[in-house]
Each structure stands twice: as structure tokens, then as C-alpha cells.
């Protein structure tokens, strides 16, 4: 994963974009913090996949769920 500035993506974003599919991600850095990530996009990509792992009340949910399962004795998805 690579790591370059706003004001470097800005400029090069073209070259920044078509570089991804074979450097993989980049992390946007503004102010020395990260900010965004670009990441290369295919046909094997699942969007809602990406968005959900990015998501706290998804995970918060999801967790909930696990615990509640455990609680009360479900089948583990593994056991199925």
C-alpha cells in the first residue's frame, strides 16, 4: 500500500488511478493524517462488501448479534 499526499493525488490523480490495478491501494495523507484510501476496483470486487467493513453500526450490529447467539445456545454456522 502506498502512501501519498492530497496535494500529489490531486495533481497526478490520472496517473494515480491507473497506476492502482498493479500498485494496489493508496493512502491519502492531508496534514499528515490519513484521509481516504483509493483502491483498484474489479470484476471480483464487492462494493457493499467494502462499504459494510467500513461501516461501526454494521460491526456493532453484527457483534450483537454474535453475542446474543452465543447467549442463547445457536448452532454455530461452522457446525452447519
Given at each position: 500500500?502506498?502512501?501519498?499526499?492530497?496535494?500529489?493525488v490531486k495533481?497526478?490523480?490520472?496517473q494515480?488511478?491507473?497506476?492502482?490495478?498493479?500498485?494496489?491501494?493508496?493512502v491519502?495523507t492531508?496534514?499528515?493524517?490519513?484521509c481516504?484510501?483509493?483502491m483498484?476496483?474489479?470484476?471480483e470486487?464487492?462494493?457493499?462488501?467494502?462499504?459494510?467493513?467500513?461501516?461501526?453500526?454494521?460491526?456493532?450490529?453484527?457483534?450483537?448479534?454474535?453475542?446474543?447467539?452465543?447467549?442463547?445456545?445457536w448452532?454455530?454456522?461452522?457446525?452447519?
Open positions: 500500500m502506498r502512501i501519498k499526499n492530497i496535494r500529489e495533481a497526478k490523480l490520472s494515480v488511478v491507473s497506476e492502482l490495478p498493479h500498485e494496489g491501494s493508496v491519502i492531508k496534514n499528515g493524517k490519513a481516504a484510501v483509493l483498484p476496483v474489479s470484476e470486487t464487492d462494493l457493499e462488501v467494502v462499504a459494510l467493513s467500513q461501516n461501526r453500526s454494521f460491526w456493532k450490529l453484527f457483534d450483537g448479534a454474535l453475542e446474543r447467539a452465543s447467549e442463547q445456545g448452532t454455530p454456522v461452522e457446525d452447519l
